[in-house]
């Protein structure tokens, strides 16, 4: 099946630094590929739709200067979390829809383990 | 209000019981339908898809679909304290551009 792998899966960074985050599709071309947040107990939250060879689209509320993403190869999205502070303490998960599936209307996403970030 | 609704829970059901799981979402020109499964501390995974009205079976689950009544519902047959875990219900419009929206996520709870 489609297998999403994204790394770290878990980083620890001081305060003001930038960490980035990767997403690769392995046995699939994903044009698109989204990313969330998730704080503890909470839903996933979108923050923006990574689009390949395009710029991203960012939810209401998400700086886009200070998350930074990059959708380069059909593969591959990074997220750049910039001058990190505490409150970017968070789980974030990339998913990603495969370009292949029979119809547009599976839209179904397979997602990445997530990335652990804890900013001191 | 918000685009896809859950009961938190926690929901507790007895081991060998069936989980009922309930969603409402607001768009009606809603076309996808999703329940995710995802335990603590990990990342979702897909339990059911379903994109037309009726039932759904895939081996102990069953995902419900009423776009009428704008209602979708997972049910799981002989719980096990395995399947306890936060369940995220999902929506999605027809074009494969569509955002997916998710649920907050109902905490269900197996008690042997």
């Known amino acids: 099946g489609a297998v999403v792998s994204q790394h770290p899966s878990w980083v620890i960074c001081k305060s003001g630094t930038s960490v980035k985050i990767e997403c690769r599709s392995l046995d699939f071309q994903a044009t698109t590929m989204f990313w969330y947040r998730q704080f503890p107990k909470q839903s996933l939250m979108l923050m923006a739709t990574?689009?390949?060879?395009?710029?991203?689209?960012?939810e209401q509320g998400v700086e886009k200067d200070k998350f930074l993403i990059n959708h380069a190869s059909l593969t591959l999205s990074t997220l750049t979390v910039t001058s990190a502070h505490p409150e970017d303490s968070s789980f974030y998960i990339c998913?990603?829809?495969?370009?292949?599936?029979?119809?547009?209307?599976?839209?179904?996403?397979?997602f990445g383990a997530g990335s652990r970030l804890t900013v001191l | 209000q918000k685009e896809v609704e859950q009961n938190s829970g926690p929901l507790s059901v007895p081991e060998g019981a069936i989980a009922s799981l309930n969603c409402t979402y607001s768009d009606r020109v809603s076309q996808s339908f999703f329940w995710y499964r995802q335990y603590s501390g990990k990342s979702p995974e897909l339990i059911m898809s379903i994109y037309s009205n009726g039932d759904k079976e895939d081996g102990r689950f069953t995902a419900q679909l009423n776009k009428a009544s704008q209602y979708v519902s997972l049910l799981i047959r002989d719980s096990q304290p395995s399947d306890s875990a936060t369940y995220l219900c999902?929506?999605?419009?027809?074009?494969?551009?569509?955002?997916?929206?998710f649920g907050s996520g109902t905490r269900l709870s197996i008690r042997p």
């Open positions: 990574s689009n390949e060879g395009s710029k991203a689209t960012y």
């Open positions: 998913s990603a829809r495969d370009d292949g599936a029979a119809w547009s209307g599976a839209n179904v996403l397979t």
């Open positions: 999902a929506v999605s419009g027809y074009s494969s551009a569509s955002k997916i929206i």
